[in-house]
């Protein structure tokens, strides 16, 4: 058995760890000619951080991400509506990470590199097309080359090649008319230094969250994200090359200045980080199928998410572990077609509910009712009405907190 990755994202190369670590051979092409430390902040949620900890790597994410401790949605004023605690101090077994993209993607490819050897790296290998007989699958390239193997894992991301050519017919991106500026600065620690806070509504929204150590002890790489809606979703998306293109302040300003939080100036976040970028706000309608024959999707390539409820890292990592998994003992074809059942279902779950919002939509119904504020959050909404929304999404994105005592009692929110 020989298992071909396309694409050395965080879903690509947790597949090769965990292929790895079964004893199955696999290689990973990545189309870049060179890998670099892209984007900015994320998070991984417990399960699957647990995944990563069985590979034992979570000394290395302790060593370039947060522990996150609590998470907060706010009003644009800064008045609070929900508020968690999160990984460990939830009472998971292991943390919810908050990590710069870059430095969780670096630390994946050089675990690989370490384990695998340089040989299952492959840079500079943009796929173009496959074919496959009964018993193998070729992958062609486009200089050329080609790699032959018992499975191929379209994990090529959100405008995958694979994705394209297993759904010619796919209705492509969804854009729901919300444009996004995000960027990550050095600066002062606010609320312990392990704070995520969630502001505003799905017209303007701020998430705001540190994602590794500062330059000094008392400051933090602060993650910022500015989400505005510009549209009714009703147009195309903008085209790729418009893409993570620098964003412009004088753009940004107006929006930033709505919010109002009492722990830290969201204006003086914004002005002091040196380049910061612009991105749509895309997914992908939910598939019918992702595998055919000894050829299936994993990540981005198989269910492109809204940013909505810190998932779309995670899941991918859910995709990889299931699928290596999967493949130990079973025949290809089988497992291929198990890793559809099983995984297709829960991620098109995840989209549907973050096209309406996820566990945010709690900020959206508060704002709806009370645009200007409040003086009493039980005059706008129920506690139970929130519980159900940020619990429910916990529970079926599947990291809600289990039992943590023989009692049956488990962390809750406040």
Known sequence: MTILIAGGGIGGLTLALSLHERGIPCTVFEAAQEVRSLGVGINTLPHAIRELAALGLLPALDACAIRTRELRYLNRFGQGIWTEARGTHAGHDVPQFSIHRGHLHTMLWDAVRKRLGDAALITGALLTGFSQTIDSVTAHFADGRTATGTALVGADGIHSVIRRTLHPDDGGLRWNGIQMWRGAVDWPAYEGGDVMAIAGDMAEKLVLYPIAAGTRPDTRLTNWVICVRQGDGSSAPPRREDWSRPGRLAELLPHVRRFRLPFIDVEALVRATPEFF????????????????????????????????????????????????????????????????????????????????????????????????FTRLEDVIAREELAAIAGGYAAMAGFAVTPVSASGATATAR
């Open 278 to 373: 612009e991105y749509p706000m895309c997914d992908r309608d939910p598939l019918p199928w992702w595998t055919l024959g000894r050829v299936t999707l994993l990540g981005d390539a198989a269910h492109p998410m809204y940013p909505v409820g810190s998932n779309g890292a995670s899941q991918a990592i859910l995709d990889a572990r299931c699928l290596a998994a999967l493949l130990d003992g079973t025949a290809v074809p089988d497992a291929l077609v198990a890793y559809d059942a099983e995984r297709r279902p829960k991620t098109a779950a995840i989209v549907t509910s973050n096209r309406m919002g996820g566990p945010e939509r709690v900020v959206d119904v508060v704002s709806e009712r009370a645009p200007d504020g």
